[in-house]
T-cell receptor, first 116, second 114 residues
Framework: DAGVIQSPRHEVTEMGQEVTLRCKPISGHDYLFWYRQTMMRGLELLIYFNNNVPIDDSGMPEDRFSAKMPNASFSTLKIQPSEPRDSAVYFC??????????????FGPGTRLTVL | QKEVEQDPGPLSVPEGAIVSLNCTYSNSAFQYFMWYRQYSRKGPELLMYTYSSGNKEDGRFTAQVDKSSKYISLFIRDSQPSDSATYLCAMSGNLEAAGNKLTFGGGTRVLVKP
């Protein structure tokens, strides 16, 4: 398996523009997570899905952020409009819940977003 | 106050030294404890996990959990330059009830000098 795939790997945009980040989880996994990582705040969970259904979006910072998972093999995280404080590395991770530990989450390589 | 606290470092040690990392937490419901390793410009990867209190050893790595003190540790023996990375602790309560959600510490950056 190719692992979790994220695109683009790098994104530079100007304030006010719409940004769409994409994720393809590992085939067969039933949970998908979106995280944001910054030096100041570390790794923060934004939202996660189970079987394509959003379960907990309490980490989404504002209404400017939205996430969708139209099918088991694709998810998007959209920021509209983007702001400089959104600059961070965004990770997607997936896992398969089989009833036991270690509940390993497999992370993608991340998208490094810079908003000017 | 964050649910999981971790010293950000950086922690610089000479090659061959023992690296000692730790996290404290406040949620007594946590029962699964994990350590993830993150190399520069990569995603985190699971290194070790433990369930409840106790020790677990895997090669040069030892993970310890003290639930009574809400304190977990990771020790790296005979450290190598290839161990230079950021180490993040992560925790979860009942897996199904928590929805497989993990709470991460902020990470400690480790630098092993040759």
């Amino acid at each position: 398996d190719a692992g979790v795939i994220q695109s683009p790997r790098h994104e530079v945009t100007e304030m006010g523009q719409e940004v769409t980040l994409r994720c393809k989880p590992i085939s067969g996994h039933d949970y998908l997570f979106w995280y944001r990582q910054t030096m100041m705040r570390g790794l923060e969970l934004l939202i996660y899905f189970n079987n394509n259904v959003p379960i907990d979006d309490s980490g989404m910072p504002e209404d400017r952020f939205s996430a969708k998972m139209p099918n088991a093999s694709f998810s998007t995280l959209k920021i509209q409009p983007s702001e400089p404080r959104d600059s961070a590395v965004y990770f997607c991770a997936s896992t398969l819940f089989d009833g036991g530990p270690p509940n390993e989450q497999f992370f993608g390589p991340g998208t490094r977003l810079t908003v000017l | 106050q964050k649910e999981v606290e971790q010293d950000p470092g950086p922690l610089s040690v000479p090659e061959g030294a023992i690296v000692s990392l730790n996290c404290t937490y406040s949620n007594s419901a946590f029962q699964y404890f994990m350590w993830y390793r993150q190399y520069s410009r990569k995603g985190p990867e699971l290194l070790m996990y433990t369930y409840s209190s106790g020790n677990k050893e895997d090669g040069r790595f030892t993970a310890q959990v003290d639930k009574s003190s809400k304190y977990i540790s990771l020790f790296i023996r005979d450290s190598q330059p290839s161990d230079s990375a950021t180490y993040l602790c992560a925790m979860s309560g009942n897996l199904e009830a928590a929805g497989n959600k993990l709470t991460f510490g902020g990470g400690t950056r480790v630098l092993v000098k040759p």
